[in-house]
């Protein structure tokens, strides 16, 4: 199938390496759900912006592993953690962890999530409780953990002007409903006052938190919204940009909101997604 870039004989886009950056340098990086798609790309671009990178999973360990090794060649230091995050004695280990490898952790993205979907009235407990789990209080032990080694260290002025970033990956579900997948969309929504919450209450100690909003990205979980024709006309119809994102794009977003050209950017979502949380069908009016 043609790239949009291809059909509109547009020429494709060249972005610049973060390698030679080094905007991380001497800090380091917990990425959750690291092993594949969003969190992989995260991992990887946290890494090369000079980074060291804890990769967290919870299943698929060679995955991980396979990230940790991409990112020793690029001349970081790396290393692969389970934990289930919802699991808060799994989360305290993971952190000590990477405290005790590492020094300290500089960068949180919490990334890890997943999605259940079903009908609402077929929806059961379990398929709501399960997407909760990891997507919300999942999000909310990683940050109490992060946030606890921030306030414990406190500002590290030689690498960074902030005492801690966090970063979560929410989605454009977080303001746009999704029928379907009540599930997700209220985790999501959930998760965006958490970050503006927490951001809030711990500005003052120099520690920033914000969200990325992903839109359509293309990763090998929703092949069937854009591995064929059809279906990727289909979802084009959602995005003004027409376009679908790229895990690429994720990963440079996570280094400038962990680096100190965002220091003024606090509690706030960075969306991601060609202009999808403009709501097209109104371009015309309405």
């Not at 390698?19 to 340098?25: N, R, S």
């Not at 920033?208 to 591995?227: E, K």
């Amino acid at each position: 199938m043609k790239s949009y870039y291809e059909h509109m004989n547009l020429p494709q886009p060249v972005l610049p390496s973060l390698q030679h950056l080094a905007l991380l340098k001497g800090q380091t990086a917990l990425v959750t759900g690291a092993n594949s798609g969003i969190g992989r790309a995260i991992a990887l671009a946290l890494g090369r912006a000079g980074a060291n990178v804890v990769v967290n999973y919870v299943a698929k360990p060679e995955d991980a592993e396979a990230v940790a090794a991409e990112l020793r060649a690029a001349g970081v230091g790396a290393i692969t953690l389970m934990a289930d995050v919802s699991d808060e004695t799994q989360v305290q280990a993971m952190f000590a962890a990477a405290v005790k490898k590492f020094g300290t952790v500089d960068i949180l993205a919490s990334n890890a999530g997943l999605e259940r979907n079903a009908p609402f009235h077929e929806m059961s407990v379990a398929q709501w409780d399960q997407v909760m789990n990891v997507n919300l209080r999942g999000a909310f032990l990683c940050a109490r953990e992060a946030v606890r080694e921030y306030l414990r260290r406190g500002v590290r002025p030689e690498v960074s002007v902030s005492a801690g970033k966090i970063i979560f990956t929410s989605s454009v579900h977080e303001i746009i409903p999704w029928a379907g997948h009540v599930n997700y969309a209220a985790s999501k929504g959930g998760l965006m006052l958490l970050m503006k919450s927490l951001a809030q209450e711990v500005a003052e100690k120099r520690i920033r938190v914000n969200s990325i909003g992903p839109g359509a990205i293309r990763t090998p979980i929703n092949t069937a919204a854009w591995g064929t024709p059809e279906a990727y006309a289909e979802l084009m119809k959602l995005v003004p940009y027409k376009r679908i994102g790229e895990v690429d794009e994720i990963g440079r977003a996570a280094v400038w909101l962990a680096s100190d050209f965002s220091d003024y950017v606090v509690g706030t979502t960075l969306f991601i997604d060609g202009g999808m949380t403009l709501y097209p069908g109104f371009e015309t009016g309405g």
